[in-house]
């Protein structure tokens, strides 16, 4: 992506990475909800857990924009290590339905993505895709609230006080280099780590490092645990993440 900009004004084409949050419609922003709204046309992925319905994006873009145009983008997650031959293609797929609206004479084009457009999110590769071939495209980004922040506040647990170190980590990739980012982070929040609960759980352990486990936070399926909590062996959806701090006394909670 060769540029980004924030201003409310700009050229005709606008490709828009709208951040919609971890899952509650109320977690998402109003400007999230106004760009959204006032699109030509909403993409959002339809993966292979969604099937024929909307997936957690399209959800919630319905629930705070019931008269956006939206359309499905097929996304596929059956391979979750990394770049690979099906996420390039899903990627693709965004990018040229983008430009055919665009083409086609379409002024905006949204693309909802859950969380943060910035944060582990599909939509830099869409946007550089879009701008290698058509130069004139301005692209804008709309933030939204992580997991990661939704999991620290409904677990009463500050991310971060004073001088302390944040680090987010995917679980993804090599767990080898987790133990080395605990060394040098007072806080470490663990991305997609559920079917590999048992190998953080032996990092955490072996570093002396609690834990809350996190699951489709912010919804009303919501389930948090302490990792201490849990059977040894016991794993957790994808969509899961674990969070772990310094000791400290917990204020607040959930509202």
């Not at 540029?3 to 419609?25: F, Q």
């Not at 550089?128 to 130069?135: F, P």
């Not at 944040?166 to 982070?185: F, K, N, Q, S, Y």
Request: aromatic content about 4%.
């Amino acid at each position: 992506m060769s540029r980004t900009v924030h201003a409310d004004n700009g050229p005709r084409r606008v490709l828009v990475g709208v951040g919609v949050g971890p899952g509650d419609p109320e977690l998402v922003t109003l400007q999230a909800a106004r760009l959204l709204a006032e699109a030509d046309v909403v993409l959002v992925p339809a993966t292979e857990a969604s099937g024929d319905g909307p997936g957690r994006a399209e959800q919630i873009v319905t629930a705070v924009a019931p008269e956006a145009r939206i359309e499905r983008i097929p996304f596929s997650m059956g391979d979750r290590k990394g770049v690979t031959e099906k996420r390039r293609e899903s990627w693709q797929a965004s990018a040229d339905a983008a430009i055919t609206h665009f083409e086609a004479g379409v002024g905006v084009v949204a693309m909802a993505t859950v969380g943060d457009p910035s944060v582990f999110s599909t939509f830099s590769y869409l946007a550089g895709t879009v701008r290698e071939r058509l130069s004139d495209v301005e692209v804008r980004l709309a933030p939204g609230i992580t997991a990661m922040q939704a999991l620290a506040a409904n677990s009463g647990t500050p991310l971060c006080e004073g001088t302390e170190v944040l680090a987010l980590v995917p679980a993804t990739r090599d767990l080898t280099g987790l133990g080395e980012v605990l060394e040098v982070a007072d806080s470490v929040c663990i991305y997609k780590g559920g079917r590999q609960l048992p190998a953080l759980r032996a990092i955490l352990d072996e570093h002396g490092r609690s834990a809350v486990v996190g699951t489709n936070v912010s919804l009303p399926e919501q389930t948090l645990a302490d990792l201490a909590d849990l059977d040894a062996e016991a794993t957790a959806p994808y969509f899961s993440a674990v969070l772990t701090t310094p000791e400290r006394t917990s204020t607040g909670g959930a509202l």
